[in-house]
């Protein structure tokens, strides 16, 4: 004990650090900023360091060799001492980081810290944004399994949309023709060196700006900010009311990285590492591809656009939203920081999250894609066939065996992509059955050419008959009438 | 000014000067080793015919899939350098060639001979048997690969991963066959 103090002041008349330490310690924060809301970054940052100390220990045995990477997750899973543990660290690891950036984002933005002087702050902190989720998805391409591969895919097919240089942007992408080694070899560069190192100095950037322009203070209804007078009052407001960041604000920072940390550990013990999931071998195509959770909603958007809109919307939406968030604070860098006072901000992060949730939602639930197996798997529902003629049920059968069902739910099961047809006679009359059969449309194939007459004759007397039996089949008033001439 | 200040103003120009030169010479060959995969060369040299096998693995009127080594690949490519394609044979020496990407975003589509569908398990694009478009959000039909027939055996051009900015360069003439 004797020692530590001479060690340091050793180290001190040399590095000439320990005042600055001190200055950055004890710098004054608003007594009320030093609160439970103010948290969220300092949180992000521990996870951050988290991620690079068991980053460097899973490449200590990951190989980046698209032939090899696959077996070497799946040594680190099973048979390298404790690997799962570290996987499943940098796993749950990356999914608070990116959660607690996107907290920490909603937090600054409601209480206004990003106007005047902190503009650049907030814009640094948009970048930070963008390569944390950069990470994310290289991150993600590393756990070389089929997501991985064919998420490369849908990468790859959005850049090809890019109009006239799409197949040179495409080609850099994967570094060659295909998906292959030097795909991943280039992924892994992004993730281990390129974009940490832009993370560390963006990072540096932000953190240096917090301590010089200071911490926000809490934002008071009715106080608003004016570029001429508001340095003058925050200074004002920290000296006469101000508590050092050391212990006041920095005790709250700690317990709540703290218990971050033990939250991330928590979960790698419980439920483990991600994956891999089946081999990145492209010929096994028995797969439903789906990125990780903070991509799905892009993945949904890529559903449920309209084709005509679609290679504009996800080509030119992202960099448009990036470059919108990025200059907020020029547009809106003065005036009202409260959020009670701010009903349209408020608004903005309500819809933004319900938007979020709700396309997450389907990207989980892929309402739009077929069930592959409904039409083998399923049982038609006992009441469709009870007492019914032979015509009927076998219709019923053609329904099953043309993969109806893939598309088409009975009794609450199956594709959800087509309309439920427990009810569809109350709403086409046979006619327009058979048209819609034969035909398709409305995003329906026309299963013309593959029905012989007597099948469709078949199956249209089955979803004839499916209607409540409370409500009549629907009728043509035109046939009813000439049949009764 | 002195001159001795004159002579460290132009030491400082030609220090300057001097890096402003390595770092273009620095600069052209890293900017050109970065760009390389996307030279127009190297793209039409990708492409190359594969054998997929005798006529005798692919019944008249049926749709089977089959799998190519990619032409050109890396020794650590592994895996992924084995591509899946679908082979519909007609009848006689006329077939079609699908890519197994979905003209969508890429994703792999399953061949369903019940419903003489291939369906896509990402967003739900649907393709007719001859590779056009059935439903769903796909801007278009199946990508084709260009094949032919040589001593009973079926060849196909093939070597990129098909995406619409193959097919868009490929429209204007650009790059030859209509696709792969």
Known sequence: MRLIRPTLEWLDARLKIGAAIRETADHPVPRRSASWWYVFGSGALAIFVLQVATGICLALVYVPSANEAYQSLQVLNHQQALGWFVRALHGWGSNFMVGLVLIHMIQVFLFGAFKFPRELTWMVGVLLLVVTLGMAFTGQVLRFDQDAYWGLGILTSIAGRVPVIGGQIVQIVLGGPIIAGETLTRFFALHVFVIPGLLIGFVGVHLMMVLKLGVNEYPMPGRLVDKDTYIAEYEAEVHRDGVPFVPNAFRKDLVFSGLMLGAVVLCALVFGPFGPGGAPDPTIIQTEPRPDYFFLWIFSVAALMPPGIETFVLLVGPPLGILFLFLLPLWAGVGEKSWRRRPVAVLCVILAILGWATLTHYGRTSPWSPVMDAWSALPVPAKDLEGKSALVRQGALVFQAKQCRNCHALGDAGGRRGPALDDVATRLTKDQLIRQVLQGGGNMPAYGVNLSPAETTALVSFLETLHPSNEPAAQDASQKSASVR | ?180
């Open chain 2, 1 to 180: 000014m002195t001159t001795p200040s004159t002579r460290r103003d132009l030491l400082l120009r030609l220090g300057i000067g001097l890096n402003a030169l390595a770092a273009v010479a620095l600069a052209t060959p890293i900017v050109g080793y970065l760009l390389s995969p996307a030279r127009r060369q190297k793209m039409r040299d990708a492409l190359s015919w594969v054998e997929l096998g005798g006529l005798s693995s692919y019944p008249e009127g049926q749709t089977r899939m089959a799998t190519f080594r990619n032409p050109s690949t890396r020794p650590w490519d592994g895996q992924t350098a084995d591509i899946p394609c679908w082979v519909r044979r007609l009848q006689g020496n006329d077939f079609q060639v699908f890519a197994v990407n979905c003209a969508h975003l890429g994703c792999p589509v399953r061949w369903f001979p019940q419903s003489n569908l291939f369906l896509c398990p990402c967003h739900g694009g649907a393709y007719y048997a001859d590779g056009s478009r059935a439903a769903g959000p796909p801007p278009r039909g199946l990508f084709r690969y260009e094949f032919k027939v040589e001593n009973d055996r079926l060849l196909i051009r093939a070597g990129m991963m098909p995406t619409l900015g193959n097919i868009i360069a490929s429209r204007r003439g650009r790059r030859g066959p209509p696709c792969a």
